[in-house]
């Protein structure tokens, strides 16, 4: 059993639409979540990290972790064609990370 | 400002040859990762060095596999006799601490291709 758990997709919705991405994890010790973002043959971008439970947001990103559920995840508010890409879910263990497996999101205009 | 850079972006190579690509991190960032990333997979990691000192080796890495580190700088990767299987995208990352947490940036990656 992998470690972090996430739906590859692919994920297709209008533009304008409110995106919701998700993960699971198995290891309570984890306690930095972090959202990437990559571009089809680049390498992958922080968009956002939270430390242990809660929200946080950032313009049209929001992101969520429930420690209790092992849950964590990532809404896009007004979603743009330029959205499009595979969004990776990652955990901190130990100073290097444990990657979901991506999910391929194509935002329609 | 200049990112995480990685050299060749691209290596085609026979089966059985060595290959050896380098990463050149952020300057001011003491700790520089290894990744593996196959077609519709997550990145998987391959190990970290935190100046010139390797910190930790996955157990994806195998006795082909060599990585350094000389003078803290860049890094090299070096696949040995490689095979069909090595085939992938290989991406670093360098990191600064802010307080716990790591913030990772990553380069574009090398993809390999092993025919």
């Known amino acids: 059993q992998k470690e972090v758990e996430q739906d590859p997709g692919p994920l297709s919705v209008p533009e304008g639409a409110i995106v919701s991405l998700n993960c699971t994890y198995s290891?309570?010790?984890?306690?930095?979540f972090m959202w990437y973002r990559q571009y089809s043959r680049k390498g992958p971008e922080l968009l956002m990290y939270?430390?242990?439970?809660g929200n946080k947001e950032d313009g049209r990103f929001t992101a969520q972790v429930d420690k209790s559920s092992k849950y964590i995840s990532l809404f896009i508010r007004d979603s743009q064609p330029s959205d499009s890409a595979t969004y990776l879910c990652?955990?901190?263990?130990?100073?290097?990370?444990?990657f979901g497996q991506g999910t391929e999101l194509s935002v329609k205009p | 400002d200049t990112g995480v850079s990685q050299d060749p972006r691209h290596k085609i190579t026979k089966r059985g040859q060595n290959v050896t690509f380098r990463c050149d991190p952020i300057?001011?960032?003491?700790?520089l990762y290894w990744y593996r990333q196959t077609l519709g997979q997550g990145p998987e990691f391959l190990t970290y060095?935190?100046?010139?000192?390797?910190?930790?080796k996955s157990r994806l890495l195998s006795d082909r596999f060599s990585a350094e580190r000389p003078k803290g700088s860049f890094s090299t990767l070096e696949i040995q006799r490689t095979e069909q299987g090595d085939s992938a995208m290989y991406l670093c990352?360098?990191?600064?601490?802010?307080?716990?947490?790591?913030?990772?940036?990553f380069g574009p990656g090398t993809r390999l291709t092993v025919t």
């Open positions: 990352a360098s990191s600064l601490k802010l307080a716990d947490f790591y913030e990772q940036y």
């Open positions: 290891n309570s010790a984890f306690q930095y």
């Open positions: 939270t430390y242990s439970s």
């Open positions: 990652a955990m901190s263990k130990g100073g290097k990370l444990i």
């Open positions: 300057s001011e960032h003491n700790r």
């Open positions: 060095f935190q100046n010139e000192a390797q910190l930790e």
